[in-house]
């Protein structure tokens, strides 16, 4: 019985009763309608990217999404359209976008993944996210058994959220439409760490391929590239959302971004560290990476259930110092903080 460490990128997670890889749309929409007809638990997979299954696996069928293909227009005033299949690896996608002449995803560079899961988490990085350039997507409403396609302002996107992640498992995404620009430079630099490894000022644009290898180069000094060696999930926790007046009672050292609708978000990774978690910190087989506070990694045969716990001890000190409750990133199956 094959297990889900295989297909998962912390390499954990227990058996699964039953994995189907489905190459073809048609194929992914009779296997979920098959299971649900059946009324079997059922998990979509994409790259294995975002999520911690239990120790005890998953008792019903998991459906590995590995559909390929895409179509698009280019027009050099209008921009692209590309129609992207749900399977297609992110990264990859990204650099053909670029190789293709198109702009605005290169600060999105190098996040793992399907192309599938980005609108899910609406995807971002170093100030941007992937709901800015989204024209639609094209779903399989379980509950209906009907194809819905849904427009950028139906998906209703907020940060790392959206319709999808909050109707569960209800729309099984079969592709994404993206409109993107015409352009060698890249959207506006909106985020200081990125702007500094570019050597410009907040709001200035730059070579688009440049972005992508500054975006490569900082997500590989903390340790959140693919291929690496290290078992990951990224980023284990979001960064919270909090009132203006809970923002106030921080230090005045504490990173803090004010929304458009009046909340404030603060820096999951500062709140770590000030609260005295820090990089190499280990529970078991399980370690805060050394390379970025933010991400949990196996580091030496971790079990599913010591990640777990070790989140629980940096949510736990973040809760104590700063009454502030860190939400996780990370889709947990068969567990729970």
Known sequence: MATLADFTTLRVGGPATKIIHAHTEAGLIAAVTEADAAKTPLLILGGGSNILVSDSGFNGTVIKVETTGNSYEIDACSGGMLQVAAGVDWDEFVL?????????????????????????????????????????????????QAIRTFTAEECTFTYRSSLFK????????????????????????????????????IGDRAPITEVRDAVLALRSKKGMLLGMG???????????????????????DAPAWPQEDGLVKLSAAWLLEASGIQKGQRHGGAAISSHHVLALTNEASA???????????????????????LEPEVRLIGLSL
């Open 230 to 252: 290290i078992n990951s999930a990224g980023s284990f926790f979001t960064n919270p959302l909090v009132s203006q007046s809970v923002a106030a009672t921080l230090p005045v």
């Open 96 to 144: 053909f976008t670029m190789e293709k002449g198109l702009a605005n995803l290169e600060s999105l560079s190098g996040i793992p993944g399907t192309v599938g899961a980005s609108p899910i988490q609406n995807i971002g990085a170093y100030g941007h996210d992937v709901s800015e350039v989204i024209a639609r997507v094209r779903t399989y409403d379980r509950e209906a």
């Open 303 to 325: 079990t599913s259930q010591e990640i777990c716990e070790l989140a629980q001890i940096a949510r736990d000190a973040v809760k104590k110092r700063f009454g502030i409750t």
């Open 166 to 201: 909050e109707s569960g498992d209800r729309y099984l995404i079969l592709d994404v439409t993206f409109h993107l620009r015409s352009g060698e430079q890249s959207l506006p630099i909106a985020y200081p760490e990125l702007a500094r490894e570019l050597g410009v000022r």
